[in-house]
């Protein structure tokens, strides 16, 4: 047993796939298979069910899927402790995040917490902030960047930046004013993020003050990638409720236009999260350390 058969074994049940594994590895397909097989072979029983389309755990993997999390982790810390005896940090830290915390804060957070480690390379995952969450409780991930506070004993939430959802429309939507009635929001043709995303469970939670579902609502197509949904928009298809972080740009070239809705309280804060029960590796615990610096 090495570490790649471990790591391959991990990339796989996160990713339920051998080809998207592969691409998340730099590994070949087959290469990967052998991994699995000799692997399978010295534990003398199947980890994956690969009978179906989505590959996922026997009950013997989702046993060892826990261990080989734990030995990767203690082989990074030990790594990073060595690196730090030595006088360095380096290796790979992976980040977490929702939409606009990917595209708006990680961007400068990287590039600062890089003057300090530049020996650190950076593993960026885009996931929703229920993703996020679920996979925190479950321990696959260290920490995480979200739009939503789902509370929860074993998390740590630290606030990072403020936002609030507007309503945008095409230039040739008119309003007489810089706030949208509700009723007038129950009429206008909609692309929403999906379900999951802190955008949309936001905008739930405040349409259910009304008593006023989310399906009420004319919604016209789903998307996950908010650059999607600002182009329907700015092409006359539909609106949509997105950050308002998210449309600086827009506003300035006049591509689309922004309201508030009335009797909805869209404001929101971001959040850092992490696990209290995880053991960390040292560069993990350096960068967590790092963001409570900045944002306490």
Not at 69 to 84: C, H, P, R, V
Request: net charge neutral; hydrophobic share 35%.
């Amino acid at each position: 047993m090495d570490f790649r058969q471990l790591e391959s074994f991990i990339a796989i049940a996160k990713n339920k796939s051998f080809s998207k594994a592969a691409r998340e590895l730099y590994l070949t397909q087959p290469t990967l298979s052998n991994h699995m097989q000799n692997l399978e072979k010295e534990l003398g029983t199947f980890l994956l069910n690969r009978t179906n389309r989505e590959i996922s755990l026997t009950r013997a993997g989702e046993i060892f899927y826990d261990y080989a999390q734990k030995i990767l982790s203690l082989k990074d810390t030990a790594q990073y402790n060595l690196g730090e005896y030595v006088g360095k940090i380096e290796g790979t830290l992976t980040i977490n995040a929702s939409t606009i915390p990917e595209q708006y804060i990680i961007p400068s957070l990287l590039t600062d917490f890089s003057s300090l480690y530049p020996n650190i390379t950076y593993k960026v995952n885009h996931l929703d902030s229920f993703e996020i969450v679920e996979s925190l409780k479950d321990c696959k991930i260290p920490f995480g960047f979200t739009g939503s506070f789902f509370k929860d004993s074993s998390l740590e939430y630290l606030p990072i930046m403020k936002d609030d959802l507007v309503l945008i429309t095409p230039v040739d939507f008119d309003n007489e004013s810089e706030v949208v009635s509700l009723e007038t929001l129950q009429t206008l043709p909609l692309v929403l993020r999906e379900e999951g995303s802190g955008t949309r469970n936001l905008l739930s939670k405040e349409l259910k003050r009304h008593k006023i579902s989310i399906y009420d609502l004319k919604i016209k197509s789903m998307a996950e990638n908010t650059q999607t949904i600002k182009s329907l928009v700015q092409a006359g298809l539909c609106c949509s409720i997105v950050s308002s972080k998210a449309i600086e740009n827009e506003l300035k070239l006049g591509l689309i236009k922004k309201y508030k809705v009335a009797d909805l309280n869209l404001e929101r804060n971001f959040y850092f999260v992490y696990s209290k029960e995880r053991i960390f590796s040292h560069l993990e615990k350096n960068f967590i350390d790092y963001i409570a610096s900045i944002y306490k």
